[in-house]
């Protein structure tokens, strides 16, 4: 039988234009060694892993007539060089010079005649560093085979631990009649997806979009916030095609402070340095900010599975899950320290349902693993109305102990979450090895002070512990 997309992989590409691009990415920082890190060295490991991932050397193949959904098939001219690429920033090799590098490369559409991912190296950067940008399509993102190549090429030493060798011979690609006769044999068993097939051909987006929305919709929340419209907000406007990056640097003790003095989680500690920000944010704009405005963030946690599927909206990794949820940032509340416990009390409804898995947790079950669970987030979000929350915000937890590729350190890692329709700003958090980080991906022309939101976040955190310690 083919390797056929499921529904909601095949409706990333249907759904997919100029103005939203559905990959998600990733920035990595490392400190280059004394015995180097190039770009030679970059391929020769990612060539080595790749057998790993079997999906890297995979395109997508249409169906003739859109008769059934697209199927992964080898690629018999894959180009390990056309998806790992090498660029380099001119001196000085600022912060400044490489977000804009990101948010030139996030711009730009994958090309869906090749597989779905790209990896830049980004030489010239400060400090005798390096960065490491990685592109991976949301349809590549499937649940079963839910792995990013970032996890394969890390090492928890400076010595890459040996991968098997592997030949790597393609599987002859399916014939157009194959192709048809495989469609046709599906329609047989199951005549009601002809019907689908044909209106994804049509570009009816909105009817996968309902179709999806209808089965998860209703689990979106446990407080009900779904059946409402999220608030007004500059955070949702008409987007372009460009984007612009910025990131914040926090210490993970920190959140762990206030979580001691407080309770909660630090979730809920991170969430609330973000509506601190969001909040100094609207104000710095002139927006009207009352004691009663909020800001709608969706925000996919990793659940347990259940005996009946998934708790919530989400897909699958490696024994875990990600659901996601409605949470009203009470951007209106002056006070820090309150607006923590409204933060908090939002939040309980989701960790007493007893699915929530802990951050250790997760990072047992699936290794080094923020770029697989910010991409699932980033699909489950995708799946609802955009008129119910303003923006996304993931937050994924990773190891607290140094990670390795090729010898080189890695010593930062920002996450980038696809923007959706409408939707100027997604924000992504990663922890790792005693720092929290922050990628904000904004639409180039709706925010353009995004660097500005991104230093309001350090500035929230500050306000949060001094009221703590005070």
Same mark, same amino acid.
């Given at each position: 039988m083919p390797d056929r997309l499921s529904a909601l992989d095949a409706s990333f590409l249907y759904l997919e234009d100029s103005t939203t691009p559905m990959h998600v990415g990733g920035v990595a920082v490392f400190r280059r060694p004394r015995s180097g890190f190039d770009y030679d060295r970059l391929v020769g490991l990612i060539e080595q892993r790749l057998g790993l991932v079997p999906r890297y050397r995979q395109r997508v193949t249409q169906v003739p007539g859109r008769l059934a959904r697209p199927v992964w098939t080898d690629d018999p001219e894959f180009d390990i060089t056309y998806h790992v690429r090498r660029s380099a920033l001119p001196k000085p090799g600022s912060e400044a010079q490489l977000h804009e590098l990101v948010a030139r490369l996030m711009s730009r559409p994958l090309d869906h005649t090749r597989p779905l991912w790209e990896v830049y190296l980004v030489e010239g950067l400060a400090k005798n560093r390096a960065a490491v940008i990685t592109k991976t399509h949301q349809a590549m993102v499937d649940g079963a085979a839910a792995i990013d190549l970032t996890q394969v090429i890390l090492d928890v030493s400076p010595s890459p631990r040996q991968a098997g060798e592997e030949l790597w011979m393609p599987q002859p690609e399916p014939s157009t009649a194959q192709l048809v006769l495989d469609a046709m044999a599906e329609i047989v068993?199951?005549? +009601? /997806?002809?019907?689908?097939?044909? #209106?994804?051909?049509?570009?009816?987006? *909105?009817?996968?979009?309902?179709?999806?929305?209808?089965?998860?919709?209703?689990?979106?929340?446990?407080?009900?916030?779904?059946?409402?419209?999220?608030?007004?907000?500059?955070?949702?406007?008409?987007i372009g095609t460009q984007r612009r990056y910025a990131v914040a640097r926090?210490?993970?003790?920190?959140?762990r402070a206030v979580r001691r003095r407080h309770g909660g989680t630090v979730n809920d500690v991170i969430l609330t340095v973000l509506t601190g920000a969001l909040r100094t944010w609207l104000l710095s704009r002139g927006e009207a900010v009352t004691s009663s405005t909020t800001i709608r963030a969706m925000v996919p946690l990793s659940v347990r599975e259940t005996e009946g599927g998934v708790n919530g909206a989400g897909s699958s990794v490696g024994g875990n899950a990600v659901s996601s949820y409605?949470?009203?940032?009470?951007? +209106? /509340?002056?006070?820090?320290?309150? #607006?923590?416990?409204?933060?908090?009390? *939002?939040?309980?409804?989701?960790?007493?349902?007893?699915?929530?898995?802990?951050?250790?947790?997760?990072?047992?079950?699936?290794?080094?693993a923020p770029p697989t669970l910010h991409a699932l987030g980033a699909r489950a979000a995708s799946s609802f109305s955009r008129r119910i929350f303003n923006l996304v915000v993931t937050n994924v937890p990773g190891p607290q102990l140094p990670l390795y590729?090729?010898?080189?350190?890695?010593?930062?890692?920002?996450?980038?979450?696809?923007?959706?329709?409408?939707?100027?700003?997604?924000?992504?958090?990663?922890?790792y090895d005693g720092g929290v980080y922050f990628g904000l991906n904004a639409d180039r022309d709706a925010m353009s002070d995004v660097d500005v939101l991104a230093s309001m976040v350090e500035e929230s955190l500050e306000e949060l512990v001094g009221a703590v310690s005070a």
């Open positions: 068993q199951r005549p +009601g /997806e002809l019907v689908e097939n044909m #209106r994804a051909a049509a570009l009816d987006a *909105a009817a996968t979009v309902r179709k999806v929305t209808d089965a998860v919709g209703g689990l979106a929340s446990a407080v009900g916030t779904a059946y409402r419209p999220a608030p007004g907000s500059p955070l949702n406007a008409r926090t210490q993970l003790e920190d959140y409605l949470v009203d940032l009470p951007v +209106g /509340e002056p006070n820090a320290v309150v #607006r923590l416990h409204h933060v908090s009390h *939002a939040m309980r409804a989701h960790q007493e349902s007893g699915q929530s898995v802990a951050a250790d947790a997760i990072v047992r079950l699936s290794g080094f590729a090729a010898g080189a350190r890695m010593m930062e890692m920002f996450p980038v979450v696809p923007l959706a329709m409408n939707q100027a700003l997604s924000i992504g958090v990663t922890s």
